[in-house]
């Protein structure tokens, strides 16, 4: 070990042993909890993570929330709540900044969603676990809250976990992730549903209003409304045919039930092939006596929003795992276009999994519309299969909070 490197384990020490002891003193100050966001702003999917928190944990304790972004990382905004952060980047600055943050901190977690298993950046899922074990060794109750584990994590993380301070809780967000963590890692963890059951509908934003308004409108006429959300990560090889498969569904559909009608939400707003973009190609193609049964829903929009048109609506589709939750605890079926193994989860909880459908089978042979149509009729009793389970759902979400 050079000096350097001795020199600043030294100084990460002693910060450390500062902040146990002004903790031990001063526990009135813990007024903060921090938490690391699974990416930057613009998705709709995390902002219901974040407010999930929010709303279950911070509200109740009257504690502020402080977001640690990473790089290029943006605040994510929430209802009623300020926004405020720290920035990291790691290295032995970021780690003294992260100290010092922690004086304050009632809590610091990690909201692992479908990036702590490494599948899309090994760098920032190493980060998020060194930053779990830097907070504990300070004395800070610290823990990762409810997240996917895939089919094929990064070794590199799962080997990582395996040395995770053992008194960080893992939260796993539904039973198919839970024995996935379990087997790769080892290590034991919680089973519970996502934070984002803890949100409540609310439309906000005008186009969310206008949405809403529409839709009131054409179910007085005795319209059923189906809510559609495309997402270029169910298909990425081919993000064409994701236009295309949504194209065939709303024509289709249009033409064989004059009573069906169409509502394109978006549910991520970030790079070059959002779901805004993909909704406005589909809505492009149209027939037009499809496009003028449909309504294109435009930004801004946030969860809650989101939360609100898919309570309003009959059925869903969406290849969003957060949509699909907006849906279910809604209590309105929810179609789930499968990928990294995320829908499997949380259809399970509600004994829906006959509503999963794979990307091959809804883009390459084109069978969502029969998927729809086969679910059309069955909606009254996905309905009382939901209320069922919806209530065992919400406890399990609750969980993530068990202990604190």
Known sequence: MTFKAIAASFLVSMV??????????????????LVAPPASAGSLGDQALLQGLHDGLSREWNCHLRQVLLPNYEVIPLQNEGSSKIDVH????SDLRLLL????ARLFCVLGADVI?????????????????LAASAGVPSRLFGFSFSEEPNPRVVDRFKSLAAEIVCCA????SHRRFTGFTGREARQVADLAFQVAAKAVSASALRALEWIRHEKQGG????????NILTNPSDPDRI?????????????KDGSLRFVLVPHDFRGKE????????????????????TFLLEPPLHAWDAKAIAAASDLVVTGRMHFAIAALGSGVPAIGIGYMGKFEGLLGYFDLKSLLITPQSAYNDLMLPVKVLEALPLLSTYREQIARHIGVVKNLSKENFSGL
Request: proline share 2%.
């Open 173 to 176: 967000r539904d039973p198919v």
């Open 101 to 104: 943050a922690l004086r304050n």
């Open 16 to 33: 450390r042993n500062y902040v146990r002891i002004h903790r031990q003193i001063l526990p009135r100050q813990q007024r903060e909890i």
């Open 223 to 230: 319209a059923r409304v189906i809510a559609l959300n495309g």
């Open 274 to 293: 959002s779901d805004q973009l993909c909704h406005s190609r589909i809505f492009a193609e149209l027939g037009d006596m499809a496009r003028n049964r």
């Open 90 to 93: 790691g290295g032995t600055l």
């Open 243 to 255: 236009k295309i498969a949504y194209v065939e569904l709303i024509d289709e559909l249009a033409a």
């Open 117 to 133: 298993d490494g599948r899309y950046d090994e760098g920032q899922a190493l980060y998020y676990l060194h930053a779990l074990d």
